[in-house]
């Protein structure tokens, strides 16, 4: 039985990155709807063909993009943040990693969220920070509060997210003035707030 990694060729990911970019660059100049295949794959430098050997369409590269997008900051949020100085500081350490992961890739998630608003990608991240809102809030140290409160659960989830990927935009729109960790901590302080 031979032991077989999966590894993607690098000159699909190359090609892929090609066309991601070029996308991205499309995005910042025209309206999603008057982007074609052909300008994609022009703006790439590859021929349309070699778009079709990766994708159906455009809607399909889309949602692998958004796939790609996911994954990447699930592995960022999966790995054990051990940033015990974000911990003392009172900042929601897995809230830094997202933020400085979406800071180190600006050009991407400022269009994709910030200018464009593609939906697919903005409601696979609402629903990843529902998830992660979810986790916070299923404590039971959480639980009491809200009940003490007279906060159903669900609202508190959707105010949370909603609250979050706002900021995540408004960040973004504004060439994000503050660094990761301090808006991290402001959201935290605020979260306490409420």
Same mark, same amino acid.
């Given at each position: 039985?031979?032991?077989?990694?999966?590894?993607?060729?690098?000159?699909?990911?190359?090609?892929?990155?090609?066309?991601?970019?070029?996308?991205?660059?499309?995005?910042?100049?025209?309206?999603?709807?008057?982007?074609?295949?052909?300008?994609?794959?022009?703006?790439?430098?590859?021929?349309?063909?070699?778009?079709?050997?990766?994708?159906?369409?455009?809607?399909?590269? &889309?949602?692998?993009?958004?796939?790609?997008? %996911?994954?990447? #900051?699930?592995?960022? =949020?999966? !790995? *054990?943040?051990?940033?015990?100085?974000?911990?003392?500081?009172?900042?929601?350490?897995?809230?830094?990693?997202?933020?400085?992961?979406?800071?180190?890739?600006?050009?991407?998630?400022?269009?994709?969220?910030?200018?464009?608003?593609?939906?697919?990608?903005?409601?696979?991240?609402?629903?990843?920070?529902?998830?992660?809102?979810?986790?916070?809030?299923?404590?039971?140290?959480?639980?009491?509060?809200?009940?003490?409160?007279?906060?159903?659960?669900?609202?508190? &989830?959707?105010?949370?997210?909603?609250?979050? %990927?706002?900021? #995540?935009?408004?960040? =973004?729109? !504004? *060439?994000?003035?503050?660094?990761?960790?301090?808006?991290?901590?402001?959201?935290?302080?605020?979260?306490?707030?409420?």
């Amino acid at each position: 039985m031979e032991n077989k990694t999966s590894r993607t060729d690098p000159r699909i990911l190359r090609t892929r990155q090609l066309l991601k970019d070029a996308f991205v660059e499309l995005l910042q100049e025209m309206e999603i709807e008057k982007i074609s295949v052909n300008r994609i794959a022009e703006r790439a430098t590859i021929n349309r063909v070699t778009f079709y050997l990766h994708y159906r369409d455009i809607p399909d590269m &889309l949602e692998k993009m958004a796939d790609d997008m %996911i994954e990447d #900051i699930r592995k960022i =949020l999966d !790995k *054990d943040s051990g940033n015990q100085y974000v911990a003392e500081e009172g900042a929601w350490p897995l809230l830094v990693d997202l933020l400085e992961h979406i800071a180190e890739h600006a050009k991407f998630y400022k269009i994709i969220l910030a200018s464009r608003r593609t939906p697919i990608f903005t409601d696979r991240l609402l629903k990843l920070l529902s998830e992660l809102i979810t986790a916070r809030l299923d404590s039971a140290e959480s639980e009491a509060i809200l009940a003490d409160a007279g906060i159903q659960k669900d609202i508190a &989830l959707w105010y949370g997210s909603a609250a979050l %990927i706002g900021t #995540i935009v408004a960040w =973004l729109r !504004k *060439d994000m003035p503050y660094t990761p960790l301090y808006l991290a901590k402001q959201f935290t302080l605020m979260r306490s707030l409420s």
